[in-house]
């Protein structure tokens, strides 16, 4: 119990430098430097004002010197950050396998809100984790290297016949490539049987917020929903569950 909370403590730190790639990445800035300021009034933010979450709630969502609004990003970038670090460890134990898995959700994390925010998936960013998950596969005692190439490709894959497919019967584009790396990204990591859950829990999310949306009258044809952010909370789904969802389906089937 003390480690999740210390885990949690932890993920919180990590999710406000999430939050400087989140910002900084788009706009092709250096990540580590210069410290965090203020966008609007350029002034750097103090040490006791740039505590996760505590400090967004203390100066009520502004600006000490400005009095510019804070984005809610922060805060719920920072949290959650810190339940899934925590929940990771405790779910995979202090492990390599842990490290390996928080990588990836780090990399969905930061992918899925700066798809949020540009409807853009950064190609750095991906082909880095993509590198990362393949090479330190030989590090995790329950996955293979072959089963992290073939799992990337299957990802990838995947997405680029449905964007083909899409294509040719309805002649627009519906998913970017951005999403087959995405999907590539989270084959190198969790494997295909992974990946296949991934699209089905993905499709299941979007269609439970797509609708709830329309129920909102909030969604436009103008301003399509990313797909980021719904491959993201699939492959949550396939990392916590999967295991779980997919031995029950096979035994569903009697193999
Ligand atoms: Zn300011």
Redesign the pocket.
Known sequence: MGICLILFVLGLFIGSFLNVCIYRIPEGKSVVWPPSH??????PIKPYDNIPVISYLILKGK??????RISWQYPVVELLTGLLTAATVCRFGLSFSSFYYLLLIYYLIVVSFIDLKTMEVPVRLSYGTLLSGLFLSFFVPEHSFKEAVFGASFGAGVILFIIESYYVFTGKEGMGYGDANIMAVVGAFLGWKKVLLNLFAASFVGAVVGIGLILLKNKSKENPLPFGPFLSAGALIALFFGDVLINWYLGGMGV
Request: charged share 25%; with cysteine.
């Open positions: 203020c966008p609007k009034c350029g002034s600006c000490r010197s400005c009095g510019e």
